[in-house]
């Protein structure tokens, strides 16, 4: 089954309200004309190769989201992050900007080749504004080239400074909680003690707030 066009449409509408005239760096910095930017056809490969928009989310998934974090969330606390993983887990935090920047998603990228990951699964929580939830799973050798490729579609996951964020693996090994509408814009890592060598990369890495 091919990605329903509603979708595609209700994506395109919201990166074209944040794109003009302020938000122009969102589709220069990936290398694509605007037009290439706001294409359809690129975003819908994208999400064919790399959604679960039009497919149940695996149970694997599920139960990985669920060894790792304090499910459910409540409202409270995607504003107020604070016990956000199981017991076991070695939590960080620093200040968060937007979801990844090249340096950001190549350190991130690192840390899980470290440990031998081979998937990178993401989930961006749905909100008022969102049309829907996205979940996507990556591969962890995905470059940042062909993650670009997907145009607005990417964009609207990776650069809008909006937005909370699930990231972890199915070995359920560690987590990343990205909250960027919390009362503080912060991104907070959970890896179980025996990995956190791991994730050097990941912790010399400093966000840019720009």
Known sequence: MGIDSSIINDYKCLAQSFCEPD????????????????????????????????????????????????????????????????????????????????????????????????????EKVQECYDPRPLFLSLPVRLSWEELLSGGFIVSFLIDFPHGFFFLFSPSALWGLFIANDALFDVEILGVKSKYQSCFSPYYQYEPSYE
């Open 23 to 122: 938000f122009a760096d969102y589709y220069m910095h990936t290398g694509l004309t605007r037009e290439d930017w706001l294409d359809n056809k690129r975003a819908i490969l994208f999400l064919e190769k790399y959604s679960f928009i039009n497919r149940s989310i695996p149970t694997e998934w599920i139960l990985s989201k669920e060894r790792i974090f304090n499910l459910p969330f409540k409202k409270e606390d995607y504003l107020y992050p604070t016990h956000v993983y199981k017991d076991g887990f070695v939590s960080s935090c620093k200040q968060s900007g937007a979801l990844f920047d090249k340096t950001g998603y190549e350190a991130l990228q690192s840390s899980l080749i470290n440990m031998g990951e081979n998937q990178l699964f993401i």
